[in-house]
């Protein structure tokens, strides 16, 4: 009996101490914010799933670019701080993290996403509150035109398709040959048809295959018996390429800049070679306002960036832009007024008052060749017509 | 233990079934090269005594002892490869494979080479497998299967079904064959050969435990048990069990 | 359409047709060994690619042994999913759905840790004999594509006659077809169903390290080949190796000719149609009542 009563006794006393202890471990210690709050950027990324691809390396750039500012003293004094959120590469996830970023973080401006459907469902909370977004992914649909505060870092897909057009035109290629996947290779197919009839090209031979198809030899086939005088490929995966370039084709190869990276380039194999990307950054021999940035991106993760690394870099320093002119404590519509303007990027230069939103050029576009699995940078630039 | 006249010896043996008694102190014995029959009514415990036996279920009371040695803790595939094969009231055989091919998976335990030469096909698997397939192709000869060896199992008729699966446990040399209801579904001139088979095989120096329903073929037996609802009221030849007034009266419905 | 597209089109099928039927061919062995359907069979094929990727460009061993120990690491994996997992459910009476989600379980699970321990990128093999192309009716053959057609074909006849005139293979066959029965007759039934996932995983891992030097591997390849590997399976009888290798080739081929003949765009739905048709008019499979009672 006795015995019975102490432990009940004890019971609750030791459940209270353990709630008071969880509680007192999660209020966050007012000692540790002893200087001057942070500046929050909320950053939402595809870090698995199927765009892990681009989100892993946009956030190395965003991460080395927080490490840069904040030992420059970040943004007026002010250090900076990335609270950087997995979208799991679908929109229904952007939507909570971007949901708890912007109520219970109360971050001041949004990073995000990789890729366009998780774009425009976050699109769809910035916009109301015009908090200023800075996308990583293409100009989307029509929509997209209509946020003004949600701005592309990345180039849309027109400008993508007038690019390749344009370096096939300078080679003199009339008939092309085009092999491009089901997802974003579509979209720059259909751009290319639009456009293909004002440089005088033809497409003789243009074949599908699925986004992660392990094989595509049999549409490489067609393609060659078509004997094309160039041939575009537009996917993420080292495939195509591969195939086109076992069956002996000698073409030259232009590929879209979503296969310029060292990933894929290690999956082509032997046939990294001969293909070119209208791309933005090679590491190996950079425009001289990029050699910076990939100095100090080489010193930290000890390899050369490329695209998707810069724009996560000059996303950062674009919010950080805007904020300095309009200033750290300014509300959202002061910030978005501030955004849309030029801004010279590493990766490129942009002009965010622009229609789509991210005002990159034709002229701005960086010709890169891979020969025997390294990346050389061309001589050939595309004028504005 | 007197182990050594007798290859099969049960002492005390009861099992029950969610607190009902189906086997209660059975006690009896089966000597070498002799032919033991068990009889009784419909669920009194022939089937549970067989799976004790061979391994299928693991008796709660009592000794089970084969060729002088307790078979608790064996295997049904450990008493199998020392020879106490039995066989089942439906014939069980390998559909999917050939009548030939059923006989020789029976000689397997006879082999001793190992999966590495199986894989590497090493001379000692293939002379093995050569063995195997000439004691098969004998047993096929001799249980009249020969037309039939190349013939999937599933194609076979009941009373043929019997006989392959009764070969199939034979080849492999048992020195106890344990056969229930081996006359089930088939017509006389089967059962005929049955006992000429069953006689055989005792002449050869296999020791047989038979359950039947069958009167006639049971005559068969050196001595015959009857089970009656987990316990043995009666022992004998069998004209003297016709003639047992208790078993009259519960089984043989007099 | 010329002979030389034709031609290539139909290499390119055969190619593609003998990877999907060696990932059927074990799946099948599998199948027939233990009436599990094995939806990790890929991971197979992913592990024993990756051991030899690491011990050939990791450590410089030479081919022929990194290759032999791709293959063994296959069995090993077979023989531990076997005694850790398929065995406690057996003897726990498991209904027949669980196997197949804990098989996706155990799938899901290896490609998340090839991912963690050695990340997302992809490995491509060096191919088997020399860099050779040959023409064949104006078609590119590399070298290694002829020896993926013959050791294709020398794996499905041993695995034949494996089954047929071996005692291990013939006791394998037994305990899957009749456990009870095969117990009875000394088999230990326990232990061949051990062996048979060790076969269907040295089975699978060699598909890996066949198909490496065409296919770059990574950590989510597995999935994708393990659904093309149940197509070929089913198409041919799922208990059948020869069947599935049959099914594999036809999967292959019919995939090309849509490509060659119709579109790109339309290759899935003319394929599956296609096989829709077949499995109706031939439910028992490509090979009939043979292949379901066990090639």
């Given at each position: 009996m006795t015995a019975k009563k102490t432990y009940h006794g004890r019971a609750p006393a030791a459940f209270a101490l353990i709630v008071a202890g969880v509680a007192f471990l999660s209020t966050?210690?007012?000692?540790?914010?002893?200087g001057a709050e942070p500046f929050k950027i909320g950053v939402i990324l595809?870090?698995?799933?199927?765009?892990a691809g681009l989100g892993i390396p946009e956030r190395s750039g965003a991460l080395l670019a927080e490490k840069i500012i904040n030992s420059k003293g970040g943004v007026n004094g002010t250090p900076i701080q990335l609270v950087i959120e997995d979208d799991g590469s679908n929109p229904d996830g952007a939507i909570s993290k971007a949901n708890s970023l912007i109520h219970r973080e109360k971050v001041s401006a949004l990073i995000g996403s990789s890729q366009t459907a998780s774009t425009v469902a976050i699109g769809g909370l910035t916009d109301p509150l015009k908090m200023p977004q800075v996308a990583l992914s293409g100009l989307g649909p029509a929509i997209e035109r209509d946020r003004k505060c949600v701005l592309h870092v990345a180039p849309s897909q027109a400008l993508n398709a007038k690019a390749i057009l344009e370096y096939a035109s300078s080679i003199g290629a009339k008939k092309l040959g085009a092999l491009y996947d089901s997802g974003y290779g579509t979209v720059v197919y259909n751009e290319l048809r639009k456009l293909s009839d004002a440089y005088g090209i033809a497409f003789v031979a243009t074949e599908k295959f699925e986004i992660s198809a392990t094989d595509t030899t049999t549409q490489a086939a067609k393609i060659r018996a078509a004997q094309p005088d160039a041939i575009v490929v537009v996917g993420v995966t080292g495939v195509p390429i591969r195939s086109l370039r076992q069956l002996q084709m000698k073409q030259t190869i232009i590929a879209a800049n979503g296969l310029a990276s060292y990933e894929t380039v290690k999956s082509m194999g032997d046939a990294a070679d001969n293909v070119v990307f209208p791309e933005?950054?090679?590491?190996?021999d950079p425009l001289p306002h990029q050699a910076e940035f990939v100095k100090l991106f080489h010193k930290e993760y000890g390899r050369f960036p490329k695209i998707l690394e810069a724009v996560g870099w000059d996303a950062v320093h674009v919010i950080l832009a805007a904020f300095k002119k309009a200033d750290v404590g300014a509300n959202n519509e002061k910030v978005c007024e501030a955004i849309r303007s030029t801004f010279k990027g590493d990766m490129t230069d942009y002009d965010f008052s622009a229609d789509d939103l991210n005002g990159i050029k034709l002229s701005n576009i960086v010709y890169s060749k891979l020969v025997a699995g390294q990346f050389t940078r061309l001589p050939f630039q595309a004028k504005e017509k | 233990m007197s182990g050594h006249t007798e290859i099969l010896s049960l002492r005390s043996v009861g099992h029950s079934f969610g607190g009902f008694s189906v086997l209660k102190n059975v006690n009896f014995s089966v000597p070498h090269g002799s032919i033991v029959g068990l009889i009784g009514p419909n669920g009194s415990g022939k089937t549970t005594l067989f799976n004790v036996i061979s391994g299928y279920i693991r008796h709660q009371h009592g000794l089970v002892a084969y060729d002088g040695h307790n078979m608790q803790a064996e295997s049904i595939q450990a008493r199998s490869s020392a020879g106490l094969v039995r066989t089942f009231q439906t014939p069980k055989v390998f559909e999917q494979m050939t009548v030939l091919e059923n006989i020789m998976a029976g000689a397997c335990k006879l082999t001793r080479s190992g999966v590495i030469e199986d894989i590497f096909s090493l001379p000692r698997s293939r002379a093995d497998m050569r063995r195997i397939f000439e004691l098969a192709e004998e047993a096929c000869l001799k249980f009249g299967m020969e037309k039939l060896r190349h013939d999937l199992a599933l194609r076979l008729p009941a009373g043929q079904r019997r006989v392959l699966e009764i070969a199939r446990a034979v080849i492999g040399r048992p020195r106890l064959l344990m056969l229930d209801?081996?006359?089930?579904?088939?017509?006389t001139n089967e059962i005929a050969s049955l006992r000429r088979w069953i006689e055989q095989l005792r002449a050869e120096g296999i020791a047989i435990l038979l359950v039947s329903h069958d009167m006639e073929l049971m005559t068969v037996a050196d001595c015959v048990h009857v089970l009656y609802f987990g316990e043995i009221i009666a022992s004998g030849g069998m004209d003297e069990i016709q003639k047992n007034t208790q078993v009259r009266e519960v089984y043989l419905g007099a | 359409m010329n002979v030389g597209l034709l031609a290539q089109s139909l290499l390119a099928g055969i190619t593609n047709g003998l990877t999907y039927a060696l990932i059927g061919i074990g799946l099948a062995a599998i199948f027939k060994g233990s009436r599990v359907p094995n939806a990790m069979q890929g991971e197979f094929s992913v592990v024993g690619a990756i051991v030899v990727v690491l011990l050939l460009t990791?450590?410089?061993?030479?081919y022929w042994l990194a290759i032999l120990c791709g293959g063994l690491s296959g069995a090993i994996l077979g023989a531990f999913i076997e005694v850790a997992f398929i065995r406690y459910m057996i003897r726990n009476a498991a209904p027949e759905d669980s196997y197949l989600l804990l098989t996706i379980g155990i799938g899901l699970s290896i490609s998340a840790a090839v991912l963690y321990f050695f990340g997302r990128e992809s490995h491509l093999l060096p191919g088997f004999g020399s860099d050779n192309l040959y023409i064949i009716l104006d078609a590119v053959v590399r070298e290694h594509v002829i020896w993926l057609i013959a050791i294709s074909i020398l794996l499905t006849i041993g695995l034949r006659q494996f089954y047929r005139t071996t005692s291990v293979g013939l006791k394998m066959m037994a305990a899957s077809i009749d456990p009870v029965g095969a117990a009875s007759i000394g088999i230990d039934v326990t232990l061949m169903r051990t062996f048979t996932f060790m076969l269907g995983g040295a089975l699978g891992a060699a598909a890996g390290i066949l198909i490496t030097p065409i296919i770059p591997v990574d950590y989510m390849i597995g999935l994708q080949l393990t659904l093309k590997g149940f197509a070929a399976a089913i198409l041919g009888g799922l208990t059948n190796p020869l069947g599935a290798a049959i099914g594999g080739l036809v999967l292959g081929i019919i995939e090309a000719m849509a490509i060659v003949g119709v579109s790109s765009s339309y290759k899935d739905v003319i394929t599956f149609s296609l096989l829709i048709l077949i499995m109706i008019a031939m439910p028992q499979g490509l090979l009939g009542r043979a292949g379901r009672t066990g090639g």
């Open positions: 966050p210690a007012a000692a540790q914010r002893s595809a870090l698995t799933g199927a765009g933005f950054l090679v590491g190996e | 209801e081996p006359s089930s579904g088939l017509n | 990791g450590h410089g061993w030479p």
